[in-house]
């Protein structure tokens, strides 16, 4: 990995031993520093919406851009599952619409992660816009306690959903870089902070294998979106597949 790394110098990584939490390796400056993860957070907007909701998701009309979509033509009707899988921001947009900071802070106890501002709703707590920071080190360790819950009201779908992903969504690249292994994924694009600007950095969090995850990789591209991630994602785990 430290290979490919040094071939690219606008990559990041850190590879995490799912059981543990420990750290096998990094390279990844400033890592505990919080910064926009993008739509990394959406697993855990859905997660405070269950919740309140008795853990029963709406289907949504996904319109594309009409409806604030990532996608121009959208993604139709879409539940929870395809809507982790594909990322869809019309589905997070309207999950999210009357939530608030405070509905969120049982999953951010939790989950340890760091908290949205007091001030934050709406759709900034599906990670849409950049205002809810957080470090990547406190986001890879949220994922590893999240597959550790994998019998959990809400956890079970949001599951589903990161391996349709790796299947057929946004994540897809990765499974189609490994040979004996199944992923599950988490993409996300969010504004650039490194000190040479981009309109976005991607980012990807994979876990493998899917049934019963024995490590995390999140990874970070400079000036790519999430789906571009994932490949770069894929590449590296390939080096370290059985």
């Known amino acids: 990995m430290d290979e490919l790394c040094s ?12 059981h543990s939490g420990s750290i096998l390796a990094s390279n990844w400056r400033d890592a505990n520093i919080p910064i926009p993860l993008g739509s990394l957070v959406k697993p855990f907007a859905a997660l405070a919406y269950g919740e309140k909701h008795q853990f029963k998701y709406p289907v949504h009309l996904c319109r594309g851009t009409a409806s604030g979509c990532w996608l121009p033509r959208g993604h139709g009707r879409i539940g929870l599952q395809s809507a982790i899988a594909n990322s869809c921001n019309s589905y997070f947009r309207m999950l999210t619409r ?5 509905d969120v802070q049982p999953i951010v106890s939790t989950f340890g992660l760091q908290p949205p501002d007091a001030g934050s709703s709406g759709a900034n707590l599906a990670g849409l816009g950049g205002q809810w920071l957080i470090s990547p080190a406190t986001m890879a360790h949220a994922y590893v306690e999240l597959s550790r819950r994998f019998d959990q009201p809400g956890v079970r779908a949001i599951l589903a959903g990161m391996a349709q ?31 040479k600007r981009a309109p ?3 980012f990807v969090i994979t876990m493998v294998p899917a049934a019963r995850p024995e490590v995390l990789l999140m990874v970070r591209v400079h000036g790519t979106p999430g789906s571009h991630a994932a490949k770069v994602a894929g590449e590296l785990l390939h080096r370290i597949e059985p």
Do not use: F, I, W
């Open 7 to 18: 071939q690219r110098d606008n990559l990041s990584y850190l590879l995490l031993d799912a």
């Open 98 to 102: 009357d939530m608030t900071a405070a």
């Open 165 to 195: 992903s790796a299947r057929s969504g946004t994540g897809a690249e990765v499974d189609r870089q490994l040979l004996h292994s199944t992923a599950l994924v988490k993409t996300g694009t969010a504004p650039c902070t490194h000190a």
């Open 200 to 202: 976005g950095d991607g």
